[in-house]
T-cell receptor
């Protein structure tokens, strides 16, 4: 099974900053794409699905480039509560979700 | 908001013993999953379950592992003879369908093998 790769972290940013995470996936047959967030020792929680046309949810914008097999997440106006590990997740046409290792974000005041 | 619930939150077991982890998926969901996360590593897929059958399983899910849905609500993962390397966080998840639907995770069972 092929991999999902993410930016190495950690990202340390001040409140109010804009931060971008990148992710690449190696299986061109991948069909569904998601960003999850995971707080320390907690379960992954869905942040947003990623659609081919790109999509936005408040301060969060996700983009997908199928040709480059690349997914991104942009967080605007970072809050202290955004501090977490962000997981790039791909479904490769089966039922299994394939997770990246995650990128840790730390937002400071 | 409906959620996936898991019990116990922490299980400590001697190596070689059997352990059963329990999950109650979201009530109208049809697909159920188990994942594990070894400390400091990424979340890994173990198995998916639909219509009382395994749909897909990973190479991790060997003969020591089994799943069942004994009573229409609980979804269980059994590890027959635990090894030290089975120590991990085990997450149950469920989804309404499988196509393009996100999976919703329970808060996990921390399994510690001594």
């Amino acid at each position: 099974r092929k991999e999902v790769e993410q930016d190495p972290g950690p990202f340390n940013v001040p409140e109010g900053a804009t931060v971008a995470f990148n992710c690449t996936y190696s299986n061109s047959a991948s069909q569904s794409f998601f960003w999850y967030r995971q707080d320390c020792r907690k379960e992954p929680k869905l942040l947003m699905s990623v659609y081919s046309s790109g999509n936005e949810d408040g301060r969060f914008t996700a983009q997908l480039n199928r040709a480059s097999q690349y997914i991104s997440l942009l967080i605007r106006d970072s809050k202290l509560s955004d501090s977490a590990t962000y997981l790039c997740v791909v479904n490769q046409a089966g039922t299994a979700l394939i997770f990246g290792k995650g990128t840790t974000l730390s937002v400071s005041s | 908001e409906p959620e996936v619930t898991q019990t116990p939150s922490h299980q400590v077991t001697q190596m070689g013993q059997e352990v059963i982890l329990r999950c109650v998926p979201i009530s109208n969901h049809l697909y159920f999953y188990w994942y594990r996360q070894i400390l400091g590593q990424k979340v890994e897929f173990l198995v998916s379950f639909y219509n009382n059958e395994i749909s897909e399983k990973s190479e991790i899910f060997d003969d020591q592992f089994s799943v069942e849905r004994p009573d229409g609500s609980n979804f269980t993962l059994k590890i027959r003879s635990t090894k030290l390397e089975d120590s991990a966080m085990y997450f149950c998840a469920s989804s309404l369908t499988v196509s393009n639907q996100p999976q919703h995770f329970g808060d996990g069972t921390r399994l510690s093998i001594l």
